[in-house]
C-alpha cells in the first residue's frame, strides 16, 4: 500500500494561543504552522495584535493560553538556560530597529557574537563585516549609527538580526518609515536570505507591495472578531478571501 510522506515537523507551531496587550486580550484562537524555508506575513489593521503576536513568537511574553512550539519545543519548557538556547535560534528585528548609540555600526555587530560565541575579536569582526556587506553597508563599519539615514539604519538593524546566523528571523515592520524603493530594497533581502541560506521568515508589515512582494502565505488578525480570519497566499486572499481581508489587500491594488 502507497503511504503518504511523513509531513515534516513545522519550525513554528502555534496552537490555541490567546494574547494580551496591556493588559487586555487581543486575539484568541490562534492556530497556525511556519515551515521550513516559508516567508509568513502577519498583517491586520493597526492595533489589532501584530507586534504582540511576534513577541509571542519570540517568547518575549507568556500566552493568556495555548502554545508556540519552535522546532517541536515549548517555547516555555525547561530550565531558563534551555529558554535562552531556544531563543537564541530567532533573529528579531523589532520596529525601533534600536542599535546602540555609543558604539560603532561594526561594535553593534560584533557585540552578540562577543556574547553568546566565544569567537575571537577578529573573527566577530570579519562576520560583523560581512554581515553589512550582506546588506549593502560595506565600508560601514566605524560610522556612528546616528551617521545613518533611515533606510541605512534599517538595514543596519536587520545585518544586525543577521548576525548570529539565525534559521528563524522575526520582523516587525520593517520597511515602517522608508520610501518604496528602500523598502523594496529590504524585500529583496529577506527573498536572497531564504534563498541562499533558506532562512524562515515571519514578518509584520502594513506595507501591500511587501506583502505581495515577499509572503509565501499571508495570515491576517482581526480586531472585531478578535482571531484569525483568514490565511493563504496573498493571491488567493485578494480574490477569495473574506470580504475584511479583500479591502484590505485591494488597498494596494487599486488604479
Ligand atoms: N504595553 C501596553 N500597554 C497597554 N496597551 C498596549 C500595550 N502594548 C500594546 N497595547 C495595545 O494592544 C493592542 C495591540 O498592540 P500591538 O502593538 O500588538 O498592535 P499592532 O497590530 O502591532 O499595531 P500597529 O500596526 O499599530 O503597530 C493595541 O491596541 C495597543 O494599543
Known amino acids: 500500500m502507497l503511504q503518504s510522506p511523513p509531513t515534516p515537523m513545522p519550525r513554528i507551531q502555534v496552537r490555541g494561543l490567546a494574547i ?20 509568513l506575513v502577519i498583517m491586520g489593521a493597526s492595533g489589532c495584535g501584530k507586534s504582540t503576536l511576534l513577541r509571542h513568537l519570540v517568547g518575549l511574553q507568556r500566552p493568556v493560553a495555548g502554545t508556540v512550539r519552535i522546532d517541536g519545543d515549548d517555547l516555555h519548557a525547561g530550565s531558563a538556560a534551555a529558554q535562552a538556547a531556544r531563543r537564541r535560534r530567532f533573529g528579531v528585528m523589532f520596529q525601533a530597529g534600536a542599535l546602540w548609540s555609543a558604539m560603532s555600526l561594526g561594535r553593534n555587530l560584533m557585540l552578540p557574537l562577543q556574547l553568546f ?3 575571537d575579536d577578529a573573527e566577530c569582526a570579519r562576520r560583523a563585516r560581512y554581515k553589512l556587506a550582506l546588506v549593502g553597508l560595506d565600508g560601514a563599519f566605524d560610522l556612528a549609527p546616528a551617521a545613518l539615514s533611515g533606510g541605512m539604519r534599517k538595514r543596519a538593524a536587520l545585518a544586525r538580526a543577521l548576525v548570529l546566523d539565525p534559521t528563524l528571523l522575526l520582523l516587525d515592520e520593517p520597511g515602517a518609515g522608508l520610501d518604496p524603493a528602500n523598502t523594496a530594497r529590504l524585500d529583496e533581502l529577506v527573498l536572497n536570505l531564504r534563498h541562499h541560506l533558506g532562512t524562515t521568515v515571519v514578518m509584520v508589515t502594513h506595507e501591500i507591495a511587501s506583502i ?36 484590505f489587500l485591494q488597498r494596494g491594488t487599486g488604479p
Open 212 to 247: 505581495f512582494a515577499v509572503a509565501d502565505r499571508a495570515l491576517f488578525l482581526d480586531d472585531h472578531a478578535m482571531t484569525m480570519t483568514a490565511l493563504g497566499p496573498p493571491r488567493d486572499l485578494l480574490h477569495s478571501g473574506p470580504p475584511a481581508v479583500r479591502a
Open 117 to 119: 560565541t566565544g569567537l
Open 20 to 39: 494580551q496587550a496591556g493588559g487586555r486580550l487581543v486575539q484568541q484562537g490562534l492556530d497556525f504552522d511556519v515551515q521550513a524555508g516559508e516567508v
